[in-house]
RNA sequence: CGGGGUGUAGUGUAACGGUAGCACGAGUCGUUCGGGACGAUUUAGUCGGAGUUCGAAUCUCCGCAUCCCGACCA
């Protein structure tokens, strides 16, 4: 039975709402607000989060909807270090040129990264695999964590120094090679931000290619809180960043000249690497004449966190978080209303451990010490797909009273065809 | 990294330079019991360090923390 503190939270929330911040002024993500009250996450310290047994549930979720995705792009999973040498930063002259690098000393004062990126590790790792041509193509990818030293964390989890991150890293013979597989890849991030609940709000965005390449593609979320503006093309949906628009007074794709203006959360990022860490660790394979060439890279990444925090700006209303249900904590919120009549009790734990047997995630609300009112409110502020209520009412009609979180509407269902409806 | 704001109990908030108070939470008892119930009772606090003063939560300086704006953002 899941009822520990960790789970409900026990912080008696504001009732005027959730307004963003104080009268003065200032203003933070509603998602982080919504995630702390609800008990998903827990600050540590600035742009630092602990997650919680429901926020980690979440991130879970997430973390298998990309990974099945990237399975499906032919990637093979591993995980590297976070800790790093100085000397592999030193090679591609990051470890003084990134600012955001946190660096730190061991034993004899030696020195080390903590890593906000893994080309320093995973090129020199790929050395030791890629020779041939025959070796190629081939993608990487692992979920770890990122420290990022930057200068300012804000909007709560959407902007943090540590985090957890999906990058897969491609190796290919050819450009033509990289430039097929990057839009295919282009079609599986949409598909991960669909199956997320986001993918109405998410555009495919041309953006800066920082000092790779001249672009980048970044899949921005439209929402108040985010950091990005974007130009939305209004006849093909493709989305300029505004860092890179005032060089595209029309859409590069489709030549219609009329956007939308939006703020937008940066939810994922996909790079064309070029040779740019090839090159340093001298990464080279053989072709079929014999040549030696330089291999070919391409990086894309997806941060857990920020999507997390993303789906929540997107899917909430003044009550709390509504979960999209592939990514809620759990797909049913059973709530049991105190009563005096004991088969109130056992007839709920029933339906408890039928539910459970059929692989249903359930949240089991059997606290005694809590009022109707109180779990409903929680449960509105938690967000699980559906409300499950057990009490004498219902029962007189051998029923639950079942509630969709993104409904309005209650309503009575006999038990016995309660698995059934739960989809 | 520049600018600004804020640090009071677990949380949120009051207190003119003069007895640190209230609400929520948590504990106990009783009454409630389908939309954040009620009474009684208990618990717990001025970010740290210097200074001014008869006296500092309050004023000054330093530090630390955090939030916001900007810059930055593989």
Known sequence: MLQSKLFYKTDKPARSGFAAGDAGGEKSAISHDLLARAGFVDQLMAGVYSFLPLGFLVLQKIENIIRKNMLEADGQEILMPALNPKENWQKTGRWDNLDILFKLKGNGDKDYALAPTHEEVVVPLAKKIIFSHKDLPLSIFQFQTKFRNELRAKSGILRTREFLMKDLYSFHSTERDLDKYYDKMIKIYMNIFKECGIGKNTYQTLASGGSFSKYSDEFQTTTEAGEDIIYICKKCKLAINKEIKPENSVCPKCGAGEFDEKKAVEAGNIFKLGTK????????????????????????????????????????????????????????????IKSDKKNIKATANKIYQELKKNGIQVLYDDRQDKSAGEKFAEADLMGIPFRVVVSEKTLAKNSVEVKERNKNTARLIKIKQLSKILK
């Open 277 to 336: 860490y090839s090159l340093p660790f001298d990464l080279k394979f053989r072709d079929k004449d014999g040549h030696e060439k330089d291999v070919i890279m391409g990086c894309f990444g997806i941060g857990l966190g920020r999507l997390l925090g993303t789906i929540v700006e997107i899917n909430h209303d003044d009550k709390g978080i509504i979960w999209p249900k592939s990514v809620a904590p759990f797909l049913v919120h059973l709530i049991e």
